[in-house]
């Protein structure tokens, strides 16, 4: 049976909800919810009830967005100039430079979102 001091401590957050943080995470708009979950977790301050579902929807969704933003940059800074010439050579150079960092960066955010809600996830209330 359980206590009504653990009984507070179990918390559900809705698929949604990390989805939502996720993606705020990947494009930088991060308030911070998933840190402040993870910190509050690691000293005890709750314990998270977790289906399976949310899990692995949560990083499927993770992935989609991450392609989606990729897809976007790349269609963004992609110089397709007719001209011939060193401007336009510069300009694709310029455009291919700040892709790369950008997608490099984008890639970084994925991967340090990805980290937080697989901790996050091992700190999953046992049953």
């Known amino acids: 049976m359980i206590s009504k001091e653990e009984e507070k401590r179990l918390?559900?957050?809705?698929?949604?909800i990390?989805?939502?943080?996720a993606m705020e995470q990947?494009?930088?708009?991060?308030?911070g919810v998933l840190t402040k979950i993870l910190s509050k977790m690691k000293v005890g301050g709750m314990?998270?009830?977790l289906p399976e579902?949310?899990?692995?929807?949560?990083?499927?969704q993770l992935e989609v967005g991450f392609d989606r933003v990729?897809?976007?940059?790349v269609k963004q800074l992609t110089a397709?100039?007719?001209e011939k010439g060193s401007v336009?050579?510069?300009?694709e150079r310029a455009l291919a430079n700040v892709r790369s960092n950008l997608l490099k960066e984008i890639e970084r955010n994925k991967d340090n979102t990805k980290n937080v809600l697989n901790e996050i996830f091992s700190h999953k209330a046992r049953s």
């Open 11 to 16: 918390v559900f957050v809705d698929t949604s």
């Open 18 to 21: 990390f989805i939502s943080c």
């Open 26 to 31: 990947l494009e930088e708009l991060d308030l």
């Open 47 to 49: 314990d998270l009830v």
């Open 53 to 60: 579902n949310t899990k692995a929807e949560t990083l499927h």
């Open 70 to 73: 990729k897809n976007f940059v």
């Open 80 to 82: 397709k100039s007719e």
């Open 88 to 91: 336009s050579k510069i300009l």
